[in-house]
C-alpha cells in the first residue's frame, strides 16, 4: 500500500495511480475495466418542456447567460438558455489532456465570435489556460498558469487533502463580453487574456491587461525552497464583475476586494475569523459572497470599498462533513426568483436549504433537506423560476478516496418558493457524488454526473438526465468506467449547441446528439 506521501507525489507529478494505464497525449481518456459488462445507455429520449420563469438578466461586463462562467452566469444559476443533449442516439467523445498527466478540466465557457473553448484544467501541480476546438476536443492554445503552493504542502506533508481541497489558482474566472477570460492565479495576479490567431496561423493566447496584487495580499506561500514559511499565504480563488463594471476578489482566509479596470486601482476589506472557499454571485444591486460562518450582501463604495449591506449568520454546525471542503456552506450563493438568495447550511443533523430577500436578508424558509446525519453539498443550488435542486454529496472526498465500485449516500431535491413558503417537491435517489449539476431551461432536464455501488467494483460513470418537473430519470449515457472518468468537483457545462461537457480526472469529455 502506498504510503500517503507517496500518493501525494504521484498525484502532483503525474505518476500512475491504481495501476492505471495512463492517457497518451492527443488520444481518448483510457478506459478501466468492466466497460463492455455495462449499459451503454439507459431510458428514452427527452421531450423538451421548458422551465417556468423569467430569464436571467444578462451581467453587462459578462459573456452572455450559460457561456462564460462555471455557474453559467452572473446570477450563478446554474441553468441554460438552451438545451442540452436530449438522449437522441447520443454519442460519447473523450480527450486527455497533458500527454500521461491527470488533466481533469475543473471550468468550460464559450467563445461566441470564435466558436471555441476556453478552459481551465489541472493537472495537479499546474493549472493551465486552454483554446479548445469543441468538436474535436484537441488543445488549439494553452498557457500555463503559476503552481499553487497547496501542491508543495501536500508533498511534503503528504496530506492530499491540503491540494484537493484547495480553490485557488484560477478555477473561478469568467469571460468578459469580448470573450477575454479574466483570471486569478496563485502568484496573486489578475490577468485579462484575449485569444487570437498569430502570424503563422496559430492560436494563442495573448495578455492584454495585467493586475498585481501581491502588495496588498499575505504572500510568504510555500516553495519546494521553503516549504515551512512562517508568514500568512492567502491566494485568490475567484473573481467576478458587479454591474457596474469592477473586478471583485476573494481569497481562501476571508478578504475582499475590487479592481478599477479603467484605473488599476485596488481596495479591500477582510472578514476577521472567516474563511471563504466559493465564488460568488452579483445582480443589479450588489454582491452575495458567502464565508464559513455567515451570507453577505456587500456593494462597492464610491471609491470601490466593499461595504457590507446585511450579515446573516447560519448554522455552520460542528465539524466539516465528509462531502465537504470545509465546515461552513458548500454552495455559492445562488440569486433567483423574486428577488431571492439561497445558499444551504452545514447543520449537524440534517442540512437546509436556506432563502433570504436579496434586498434586506430577511429569512423566507429553511427546509431540510435528505436523511439523518447522511446529508451535505459542496455544489451550488440550481436556481431557476420559483424552484431550487441541491444535490446530496455526503460521503465523497475526492477520486483517490473514493473506493472501486463505492459511490455517495445520494439523492437530489427540488425545492419551491411558494405563497406559504418552501417546500420540498421532490427527491430523486440519483447518486451524484461531487460534480456541479447544471439544468436546461428550455429542455426543462436536470444533468447529473452519477455513479451506482456494485459489488463486481467497477466504477461506472453516466451523464444523467433528470426530468426537472418530476424528478424522473429520463435517461442515462455511458462516459466511461474506471478513476480516470471520476470527476473529482469539477462542473458539467452546456454548450450552445446542445453538448454537454464534463471535466474528469483524465480530462474533457462530451456527449452530444446524433444527427
Given at each position: 500500500?502506498?504510503?500517503?506521501?507517496?500518493?501525494?507525489?504521484?498525484?502532483?507529478?503525474?505518476?500512475?495511480t491504481?495501476?492505471?494505464?495512463?492517457?497518451?497525449?492527443?488520444?481518448?481518456?483510457?478506459?478501466?475495466?468492466?466497460?463492455?459488462?455495462?449499459?451503454?445507455?439507459?431510458?428514452?429520449?427527452?421531450?423538451?418542456?421548458?422551465?417556468?420563469?423569467?430569464?436571467?438578466?444578462?451581467n453587462?461586463?459578462?459573456g452572455?447567460?450559460?457561456?462564460?462562467?462555471?455557474?453559467?452566469d452572473?446570477?450563478?444559476?446554474?441553468?441554460?438558455?438552451?438545451?442540452?443533449?436530449?438522449?437522441?442516439?447520443?454519442?460519447?467523445?473523450?480527450?486527455?489532456?497533458d500527454?500521461?498527466?491527470?488533466?481533469?478540466?475543473?471550468?468550460?465557457?464559450?467563445?461566441?465570435?470564435t466558436?471555441?473553448?476556453?478552459a481551465?484544467?489541472?493537472r495537479g501541480?499546474?493549472?493551465?489556460?486552454?483554446?479548445?476546438?469543441?468538436?474535436?476536443?484537441?488543445?488549439?492554445?494553452?498557457?500555463?498558469?503559476?503552481?499553487?503552493?497547496?501542491?508543495?504542502?501536500a508533498?511534503?506533508?503528504?496530506?492530499?487533502?491540503?491540494?484537493l481541497?484547495?480553490?485557488?489558482?484560477?478555477?473561478y474566472?469568467?469571460?468578459?463580453?469580448q470573450?477575454?477570460?479574466?483570471?486569478?492565479?496563485?502568484?496573486?495576479?489578475?490577468?485579462?487574456?484575449?485569444?487570437?490567431?498569430?502570424?503563422?496561423?496559430?492560436?494563442?493566447?495573448?495578455?492584454?491587461?495585467?493586475?498585481?496584487?501581491?502588495?496588498?495580499?499575505?504572500?510568504?506561500?510555500?516553495?519546494?525552497?521553503?516549504?515551512?514559511?512562517?508568514?500568512?499565504?492567502?491566494?485568490?480563488?475567484?473573481?467576478?464583475?458587479?454591474?457596474?463594471?469592477?473586478?471583485?476578489?476573494?481569497?481562501?482566509?476571508?478578504r475582499?476586494?475590487?479592481?478599477d479596470?479603467?484605473?488599476?486601482?485596488?481596495?479591500?476589506?477582510?472578514?476577521?475569523?472567516?474563511?471563504?472557499?466559493?465564488?460568488?454571485?452579483?445582480?443589479?444591486?450588489?454582491?452575495?459572497?458567502?464565508?464559513?460562518?455567515?451570507?453577505?450582501?456587500m456593494?462597492?463604495?464610491?471609491?470601490?470599498?466593499?461595504?457590507?449591506?446585511?450579515?446573516?449568520?447560519?448554522?455552520r454546525?460542528?465539524?466539516?462533513?465528509?462531502?465537504?471542503?470545509?465546515q461552513?456552506?458548500?454552495?455559492?450563493?445562488?440569486?433567483?426568483?423574486?428577488?431571492?438568495?439561497?445558499?444551504?447550511?452545514?447543520?449537524?443533523?440534517r442540512?437546509?436549504?436556506?432563502?433570504?430577500?436579496?434586498?434586506?436578508?430577511?429569512?423566507?424558509?429553511?427546509?431540510?433537506?435528505?436523511?439523518?446525519?447522511?446529508?451535505?453539498?459542496?455544489?451550488?443550488?440550481?436556481?431557476?423560476?420559483?424552484?431550487?435542486?441541491?444535490?446530496?454529496?455526503?460521503?465523497?472526498?475526492?477520486?483517490?478516496?473514493?473506493?472501486?465500485?463505492?459511490?455517495?449516500?445520494?439523492?437530489?431535491?427540488?425545492?419551491?418558493?411558494?405563497?406559504?413558503g418552501?417546500?420540498t417537491?421532490?427527491?430523486?435517489?440519483?447518486?451524484?457524488?461531487?460534480?456541479?449539476?447544471?439544468?436546461?431551461?428550455?429542455?426543462?432536464?436536470?444533468?447529473?454526473?452519477?455513479?451506482?455501488?456494485?459489488?463486481?467494483?467497477?466504477?461506472?460513470?453516466?451523464?444523467?438526465?433528470?426530468d426537472?418537473?418530476?424528478?424522473?430519470?429520463?435517461?442515462?449515457?455511458l462516459?466511461?468506467?474506471?478513476?480516470?472518468?471520476?470527476?473529482?468537483?469539477?462542473?458539467?457545462?452546456?454548450?450552445?449547441?446542445?453538448?454537454?461537457?464534463?471535466?474528469v480526472?483524465?480530462?474533457?469529455?462530451?456527449?452530444?446528439?446524433?444527427?
Amino acid at each position: 500500500m502506498p504510503t500517503p506521501r507517496a500518493l501525494a507525489t504521484a498525484f502532483v507529478t503525474g505518476a500512475a495511480t491504481f495501476g492505471l494505464a495512463l492517457p497518451a497525449a492527443a488520444s481518448p481518456v483510457p478506459d478501466g475495466p468492466g466497460r463492455g459488462l455495462l449499459p451503454a445507455y439507459i431510458g428514452a429520449p427527452a421531450v423538451p418542456r421548458p422551465l417556468p420563469g423569467r430569464p436571467v438578466p444578462a451581467n453587462p461586463h459578462q459573456g452572455p447567460p450559460g457561456w462564460s462562467s462555471m455557474h453559467a452566469d452572473s446570477y450563478a444559476s446554474d441553468t441554460y438558455p438552451f438545451n442540452g443533449p436530449l438522449g437522441r442516439r447520443p454519442e460519447v467523445r473523450s480527450e486527455a489532456k497533458d500527454g500521461g498527466l491527470p488533466g481533469l478540466c475543473s471550468t468550460v465557457t464559450f467563445a461566441r465570435r470564435t466558436g471555441l473553448i476556453v478552459a481551465q484544467c489541472t493537472r495537479g501541480q499546474d493549472f493551465t489556460l486552454r483554446l479548445i476546438d469543441p468538436k474535436t476536443l484537441k488543445d488549439l492554445a494553452a498557457f500555463p498558469l503559476p503552481p499553487r503552493p497547496s501542491t508543495v504542502r501536500a508533498v511534503v506533508t503528504g496530506d492530499l487533502d491540503k491540494v484537493l481541497t484547495d480553490t485557488s489558482g484560477g478555477a473561478y474566472y469568467y469571460l468578459d463580453p469580448q470573450d477575454r477570460a479574466i483570471v486569478a492565479d496563485s502568484a496573486f495576479h489578475v490577468r485579462r487574456f484575449a485569444h487570437e490567431k498569430g502570424p503563422d496561423g496559430a492560436w494563442r493566447f495573448k495578455v492584454t491587461d495585467d493586475w498585481d496584487l501581491g502588495g496588498r495580499l499575505p504572500h510568504d506561500c510555500a516553495t519546494w525552497a521553503d516549504p515551512w514559511p512562517k508568514g500568512e499565504c492567502d491566494p485568490i480563488t475567484a473573481v467576478g464583475p458587479d454591474w457596474g463594471g469592477r473586478i471583485w476578489w476573494i481569497t481562501r482566509n476571508g478578504r475582499i476586494g475590487t479592481i478599477d479596470p479603467r484605473t488599476g486601482g485596488v481596495r479591500g476589506v477582510r472578514l476577521k475569523g472567516e474563511g471563504i472557499q466559493n465564488s460568488f454571485a452579483t445582480a443589479e444591486d450588489g454582491v452575495s459572497i458567502v464565508s464559513d460562518h455567515a451570507l453577505y450582501r456587500m456593494r462597492a463604495g464610491k471609491d470601490g470599498t466593499p461595504q457590507t449591506v446585511w450579515r446573516r449568520a447560519y448554522d455552520r454546525g460542528t465539524a466539516r462533513k465528509p462531502g465537504q471542503i470545509d465546515q461552513g456552506s458548500g454552495t455559492t450563493p445562488t440569486f433567483f426568483g423574486d428577488g431571492y438568495v439561497a445558499i444551504t447550511d452545514n447543520a449537524d443533523d440534517r442540512m437546509h436549504v436556506l432563502v433570504l430577500r436579496r434586498g434586506d436578508g430577511r429569512p423566507v424558509c429553511k427546509v431540510p433537506v435528505f436523511g439523518h446525519g447522511k446529508s451535505a453539498s459542496d455544489n451550488s443550488l440550481i436556481g431557476y423560476g420559483d424552484s431550487l435542486f441541491v444535490e446530496n454529496n455526503y460521503g465523497y472526498r475526492n477520486f483517490f478516496a473514493l473506493p472501486p465500485g463505492g459511490s455517495v449516500v445520494g439523492g437530489v431535491s427540488r425545492v419551491d418558493v411558494t405563497a406559504k413558503g418552501c417546500r420540498t417537491a421532490w427527491t430523486s435517489k440519483e447518486r451524484s457524488p461531487s460534480t456541479v449539476a447544471k439544468a436546461s431551461v428550455t429542455a426543462g432536464l436536470l444533468y447529473l454526473y452519477t455513479k451506482e455501488p456494485r459489488k463486481d467494483l467497477v466504477d461506472a460513470w453516466y451523464l444523467t438526465a433528470v426530468d426537472a418537473h418530476s424528478g424522473r430519470t429520463v435517461f442515462k449515457v455511458l462516459t466511461g468506467t474506471g478513476k480516470w472518468f471520476d470527476n473529482n468537483w469539477a462542473p458539467i457545462t452546456l454548450g450552445p449547441d446542445g453538448t454537454a461537457y464534463v471535466g474528469v480526472v483524465g480530462g474533457l469529455v462530451a456527449v452530444r446528439d446524433r444527427p
